[in-house]
């Protein structure tokens, strides 16, 4: 008698467990892996869909979320040893979308202590590495998020973003990585870094998969003070709309003067595809956007942070780590007066973004999402790379819009090269559909690590 077939969601499960025995102990990316009740959910979908059922548009789908994300009955730790026995009681609003969608929640990303940094080398819970080449970070602070799709722990992975976090390891790790509106994904049971600021999104290989995860996560939740309860604009139906016609900003000044060659070169590919396409590529001044990185990571978010951590700083000081230390120092000496300047800044960079994408009739705006491929993990100015790893993504996470990080290509030791689209206020479909057009026409994002190999 032969043994019962294996059903598609617990061959996918089967897989990704695989990929975590094995890999995991190089890369480090997963904090918790619960493999037992992924089985069970599994079985239970498999039953569903031989019954001729599905219980959602993610019916199988092998996600991970970041451990900064509540899940019922699970440590939410934040990388961090003070939260170590923190178990959630219950489901973040995002967590709950994504079961209720049919999607097998696999375990917990490692992360930046905090949630709070763009190296994932922390100091708990131990470095993650670099999928193309371990001796690399992978960015972060969603650095578990960005290193476990590309080795096939899942499928998609459930990221932050409050300057960076959710693109960075989507550049680093040649991923498609979404930083929805803020407004549009509620926070509601998770671990904050700057409220007004920090949003949660989908990393994936394929942006059709973040498309569709980000369809089901996004939504009002009156829970949430910062939730926005706006009509979504659906990606789906547009996704595989032609390009031809549609406009994308490009300004060159600052974000192309101090990058990469390899990734310059690699942008200009990518510019030349939708060229291609049939997309209009428009030059345009954004004004001082070289600003937006001081105003919003080196005042707002560091002054938040330190807001929400001055008790246990002053309690627990051995329980932080060192490069945290330094962050929330300069945190503490942000005057009111800076603060409130940076503010008023980012309000007026807000309004100037929307006027010239409607003053040019832009789709989006075309930009470099890190300015190189990720940094030696050995000997890594921490002081150095908090500021230039950021900075790109800082301008477009102050004004508050959607940026999709897209694979471009990789270097010639096989790092990855990355460019971000970036919309109007709630306009994810723009950046999604073009994401997904650009990636109907190249194979970077198909391509495989030696690791997994």
Not at 44 to 61: C, F, M, Q, Y
Not at 303 to 315: C, E
Request: charged fraction near 15%; hydrophobic fraction near 45%.
């Amino acid at each position: 008698m032969s043994a019962p077939a294996v059903g598609p969601a617990s061959l996918a499960v089967s897989q990704a467990l695989t990929a975590i025995e094995h890999r995991n102990p190089v890369i480090n990316a997963m904090i918790r892996v619960t493999g037992d009740s992924a089985r069970e959910r599994a079985a239970e979908l498999d039953r569903i869909a031989a019954a001729g059922g599905s219980a959602g548009p993610l019916h199988g789908w092998v996600i991970n979320i970041k451990d900064c994300l509540d899940w019922a009955g699970h440590p939410t730790t934040a990388a961090s040893v003070i939260l170590r026995d923190n178990i959630a009681q219950r489901n973040a609003f995002i967590t709950e979308r994504l079961i209720g969608a049919g999607a097998i929640l696999i375990g917990k990303a490692n992360l930046h202590e905090w949630v709070f940094g763009p190296t994932s080398q922390s100091l708990h819970f131990g470095p993650v590495a670099n999928p193309w080449n371990p001796a690399h970070i992978p960015g972060g602070s969603s650095g578990g998020s960005g290193a476990s799709v590309p080795c096939g722990m899942a499928r998609v992975s459930i990221g932050s973003d409050t300057a960076g976090s959710i693109r960075l390891p989507a550049s680093y790790c040649g991923l498609a990585g979404l930083r929805p509106s803020i407004g549009r994904i509620s926070r509601t049971g998770s671990v904050a870094v700057s409220a007004p600021f920090d949003t949660f999104g989908p990393l994936a290989r394929r942006v059709e998969d973040v498309a569709r995860v980000f369809a089901v996560i996004a939504g009002h939740d009156p829970d949430d003070p910062f939730s926005v309860d706006t009509p979504i604009i659906d990606p789906l139906p547009t996704l595989n709309s032609p390009v031809a016609g549609q406009r994308i900003g490009v300004m060159r000044r600052w974000f192309f003067d101090d990058i990469d060659h390899e990734l310059r070169t690699a942008l200009d590919a990518a510019i030349g595809v939708y060229r291609n396409l049939g997309a209009d590529i428009v030059e345009v001044n954004l004004g001082d956007v070289e600003r937006a990185q001081e105003m919003l990571a080196f005042r707002i978010v560091l002054a938040d942070a330190f807001a929400l951590h001055r008790d246990q700083l002053a309690n627990r000081p051995a329980d932080y780590g060192q490069d945290l230390m330094v962050r929330y120092d300069i945190g503490e000496r942000v005057t009111g007066a800076q603060y409130a300047e940076a503010l008023r800044w980012i309000e007026a960079w807000r309004h100037r973004l929307h006027r010239i994408i409607a003053h040019h009739g832009l789709d989006a705006v075309l930009s470099p999402t890190t300015p190189g491929p990720a940094p030696l993990r050995a000997g890594l100015a921490y002081a150095s790379a908090i500021r230039a790893i950021p900075r790109f993504t800082s301008v477009f996470a102050s004004a508050g819009v959607p940026s999709l990080a897209v694979p471009c290509g990789f270097n010639a030791v096989g790092l990855p090269l990355s460019f971000e689209l970036s919309a109007a206020r709630f306009n994810e479909a723009a950046v999604l559909q073009l994401g997904h057009a650009y990636q109907q026409v190249t194979d970077h994002h198909l391509r495989q690590p030696a690791l997994t190999q």
